[in-house]
């Protein structure tokens, strides 16, 4: 949650999957079936902040929350029919990897979503003056933030 990398046997790492588990899954997939909108986070962190938000603003009814594990990771084809008729909203890590993830989500989400869309959280700033990196980051900002919105943001003021 702290956002601090993690030291394996191949050197510093985001995130790592343990033995026998697999990483190349929708985690809450399941779950979002009858729900006509869906946030698409990256990581595990950015899961529970989504559903912080979701909650906060009273959207349980008509948002659900999923995850991709990393950026790295491809929307599973078996998986892929889960969004049809949805409209999702990806919440990628403001990092070159993120965005390249996001990239690749939007192109496999686009043959069965109804709409698909990105909140950008680059330019928001920190209470400690640090850049937003994630979706969880959002429980730090900074009212004094320079995103073009100039107010107090929650995601749904973003991006309703």
């Known amino acids: 949650m702290d956002g601090a990398l993690l030291s394996t ?5 985001k995130a790592k999957t343990l033995a026998g588990s697999k990483a190349k ?8 079936a009858p729900f006509p909108k869906v946030w698409l986070v990256e990581g595990g962190p950015d899961l529970l902040a989504a559903h912080q938000f979701i909650w906060q603003e ?6 659900a929350a999923v995850a991709m594990l990393g950026a790295s990771i ?4 078996e998986e892929l029919d889960s969004f049809a008729g949805k409209h999702v909203r990806i919440v990628p890590d403001a990092d070159p990897a993120g965005v390249k993830g996001a990239l690749r989500w939007i ?4 043959r069965v979503a109804s709409k698909v869309d990105v909140l950008d959280l680059s330019g928001l700033l920190r209470n400690d003056g640090q850049p937003v990196k994630d979706f969880n980051g959002l429980n730090f900002i900074s009212p004094d933030s320079t995103y073009k919105f100039g107010k ?3 995601p749904f003021a973003l991006c309703p």
């Open 9 to 13: 046997k191949g050197g510093m790492v």
């Open 25 to 32: 899954h929708v985690i809450g997939i399941k779950e979002a």
């Open 58 to 63: 009273g959207r349980q009814d008509d948002v």
């Open 74 to 77: 491809g929307i599973p084809d």
């Open 107 to 110: 192109e496999a989400l686009r």
């Open 152 to 154: 107090t943001i929650n």
